[in-house]
Structure formats: structure tokens, C-alpha cells
């Protein structure tokens, strides 16, 4: 419970709390489950009496060796955890950064198109200032003369190579200026603020990582970076939910293997006790039932006499006995 509560201050207040309750409700549900299988049924029932309690064990044990494996596999989960955020962050950079691109895609086609005009022109004066070298060295070739000295064509190349120097200042003047709008709008849309976490903070966010992350690490730790299946990690992993599955059945099964014991019998004899004196006391009530409603039958009977007779009485009484002469 502690590992499913961790990250919280009252980890610990929440662990003992919702363990106890835990502990009580599986220990009296297993008990009674367990306690109420009829071993003088057949086998066939008493696998249908265990089977909701052979169900809840599997399901008990899947839940408890999931805080074990995330114990044990603590380390790794972490390290996965730390990938998983940084790739996350990467991610959401990347994502920031082609939505302003096509946010100004205007601007930057603009600013591409006069980086490759700068690359383009340093390339060429770097070009023409080799050939001018060439020149006044007197190296010869296809476009230099051969002859030694600051000649007519080392002076036309120093004049074209000043006028493309400037161009160059120029443009590099404009990318400067292109470059600082990009940039104001980055940092306007927050891109500036966005950026990858240090080893600091991605050890600080695994620390205090909730079950889900957790949860979703250790599952992804079956898998390889690269996505093939890790079958050694993931054999582990298995076997410890079954381990646990297997301790939850295991007082089930005892049940089931092993013969009619004492306990067994005095249970069947309560049983049988049981319903014998619930049948007596069936027996019980009808009789007194049956008596009592030959009372009330007699004793209604005797009243219904007594009124007609006070009733025939009165008439006798009120009877014109002169008027009958």
C-alpha cells in the first residue's frame, strides 16, 4: 500500500490506514468463504462453492504483487520514467517549434533563402580571393596571367571582391535582423522557455512519480528500447503475480485435497441440529396456531349464540301479546 500512496506526505497514514481495512475485509471474506465449503458435498459442488473464492484470489493477488514488483523493479522504473519524460519534453519542443514554423513560414522562407545567398556569396569571394593571391604571386592559370605583381587584373579582382564584401555586409546585416524578429517571436510564444529537462529534474520527477506512471513503466519494461520484447524482465514480472495468485488459492485448495475432518463433522452435526429444532419449531407454531383458531372458532361461535338470543329476548319482550286475542 505504501508503494501505491507514494509521492504523498501521509504515504505512510494512508498505507497503514486502507492496509488494515484491506487486511480485515480479504481476512473475514476469506475465512467465511473458505469456512462454508460443505465437505460432504460432492466434488463437483464443493469446486462450484470455492470458485468465487478461487476468482477473488486471483484477483487479490494481482493486486497485491503489483506494489512488490513495483519495489523490486524500483530502479529500472525510474530509469524508464526518466526516458519516458525526457522524450515526452523532446517531443513537445519539437511539436512548438514546427507549429512556429508554419506559424511564419513566410519569414523563414525569406531568412533560408538569404542564408544560401550569403553561403553563396562567401563562397565566391573566398573563390576570387584565391585566384587574387594567385595573381600577385604570379601562379598561373586558366583565369590568372602568370606574371608577378599588383597588375591591372589583380586590381579589377580586389575591386569586385570589395563589392561583393559589402554585399555580404549587407545581407549578413538583414539575416541579423531576421534572426532577431524570429527570435522575439519565439520568445513571445514561450518556445525560449521550453526546454529539455537537466538529470536534476528528471531525477527529482521519477521521485515523485504517481501509481499510473509507475504502473505504465513497469509494463513498459517487458518491452526494449528499441521495442522488441524483453522475455526476461517480462518472465519475471509474471511470475511474481503468479506467486502471489498461487498463495491466495493455496488455503482453497488445502480445503478442497483434504479430508472430512472433526471440524467438518461438527459443522454437518450443527447443521442437522439446526434444522431439526427449525422444523420443531415449525411443528410448534402450526399446533399452537391450529388450537388457538379452534378457540377463537368456539369462542366466536358461543358469542354469536348469546347476541341472538339477547336479540330474540328484547323481541319477546317488546311482543303485542294482547293484540294477538
Not at 522504473?77 to 525526457?86: A, G
Not at 535582423?177 to 521519477?206: M, N, P
Not at 515523485?208 to 526476461?232: E, P, S
Request: hydrophobic share 40%; glycine share 6%.
Amino acid at each position: 500500500m505504501y508503494f501505491v500512496f507514494k509521492g504523498d506526505d501521509l504515504a505512510v497514514v494512508f498505507a497503514i490506514v486502507f492496509g488494515f481495512l484491506w487486511g480485515a475485509a480479504i481476512f473475514n471474506m476469506d475465512r467465511y468463504i473458505v469456512s462454508s465449503i460443505n465437505k460432504s458435498a460432492s466434488t463437483n459442488k464443493q469446486i462450484l462453492q470455492a470458485t468465487p473464492r478461487i476468482l477473488l484470489a486471483i484477483m487479490i493477488g494481482m493486486v497485491i504483487s503489483r506494489p512488490i514488483e513495483l519495489k523490486i523493479f524500483d530502479k529500472e522504473i525510474k530509469e524508464r520514467l526518466k526516458v519516458s519524460y525526457l522524450n515526452g519534453q523532446r517531443a513537445k519542443i519539437d511539436t512548438l517549434n514546427k507549429a512556429f514554423e508554419k506559424k511564419y513560414q513566410v519569414e523563414f522562407g525569406r531568412l533560408n533563402q538569404q542564408k544560401a545567398t550569403r553561403d553563396s556569396l562567401e563562397k565566391g569571394i573566398k573563390a576570387d580571393r584565391q585566384k587574387l593571391n594567385f595573381e600577385i604571386f604570379g601562379n598561373k592559370t586558366t583565369e590568372t596571367s602568370g606574371v608577378m605583381g599588383y597588375g591591372p587584373y589583380a586590381k579589377r579582382k580586389e575591386a569586385e571582391i570589395a563589392q561583393r564584401t559589402a554585399e555580404l555586409d549587407s545581407l549578413k546585416a538583414n539575416i541579423n535582423k531576421s534572426e532577431s524578429f524570429v527570435d522575439k517571436r519565439k520568445e513571445f510564444d514561450g518556445l525560449f522557455t521550453e526546454k529539455l529537462y537537466t538529470k536534476k529534474q528528471l531525477d527529482s520527477l521519477s521521485d515523485i512519480a504517481g501509481f499510473a506512471d509507475r504502473n505504465w513503466a513497469l509494463g513498459q519494461l517487458k518491452f526494449n528500447v528499441d521495442g522488441t520484447r524483453d522475455n526476461n524482465t517480462a518472465i519475471a514480472v509474471t511470475f511474481i503475480g503468479l506467486l502471489f495468485i498461487f498463495f491466495e488459492c493455496l488455503p482453497v485448495f488445502v480445503k478442497l485435497m483434504s479430508a472430512r475432518g472433526p471440524y467438518d463433522y461438527a459443522i454437518a452435526d450443527g447443521d442437522e441440529v439446526s434444522i431439526y429444532h427449525s422444523k420443531k419449531d415449525k411443528d410448534f407454531h402450526l399446533e399452537v396456531a391450529d388450537n388457538i383458531h379452534e378457540t377463537r372458532v368456539d369462542s366466536e361461535s358461543s358469542k354469536k349464540k348469546e347476541i341472538i338470543k339477547g336479540k330474540a329476548y328484547r323481541d319477546l319482550e317488546k311482543y303485542d301479546w294482547d293484540s294477538e286475542g
